[in-house]
Each structure stands twice: as C-alpha cells, then as structure tokens.
C-alpha cells in the first residue's frame, strides 16, 4: 500500500498568476491530489479548481466542502462535471 499526499488552496491572498505557480510545484513534488477549499468571501472553488486542472497533468483535483445550503446539489453536479471534462 503507497500513501498518496494531497495539499489544499483556498485561494486567499492569491492571485490568478500564484494559483497556478503552486498547483504546477505541488505537482513537480509529488503530490498526488490538490483540493480547492470553500471559503466564503475568498476565490470560488470551482474556479480554483479549474485552474488547478489546467496546470496540472498528474493530479487528482477535488472540492471541498461544497455548501448544499447556497448552492443547490444539482448546480454542485454541473461544476463538478465540468471540472471533470476541464481535467480530462
């Protein structure tokens, strides 16, 4: 069994340019997922997300916590699906 190492962005204090800086490191270290976090007030997860993904090759990119009490389960779906296409 191998332990696969993942690293969180919320996207706070960060612009466009330093989302993709580190998604592109913490690819070439080695880790294995990148997770978008949800925070109020800060960049949006899905756009983060998005952005991990097309800088990214390798790792596995995720959300987290999508928030079903402002964003309706079916919208969630949607981004999420579009994520995936944007990742391949």
């Not at 993709?20 to 949006?44: H, I, M, P, Q």
């Amino acid at each position: 069994m191998s332990i696969k190492l993942g690293v969180a962005l919320h996207g706070a204090g960060m612009d466009y340019r330093k989302i993709v800086t580190l998604s592109e490191e913490c690819e070439a270290l080695g880790y294995d997922y990148l997770w978008a976090s949800n925070e109020k007030f800060f960049r949006d997860m899905y756009v983060v997300a998005t952005v991990m993904a097309e800088h990214t090759e390798r790792a596995s990119i995720g959300t987290f916590v999508a928030d079903p009490y402002t964003q309706h389960p079916a919208l969630t779906a949607a981004a999420v699906a579009t994520l995936d296409e944007v990742s391949g």
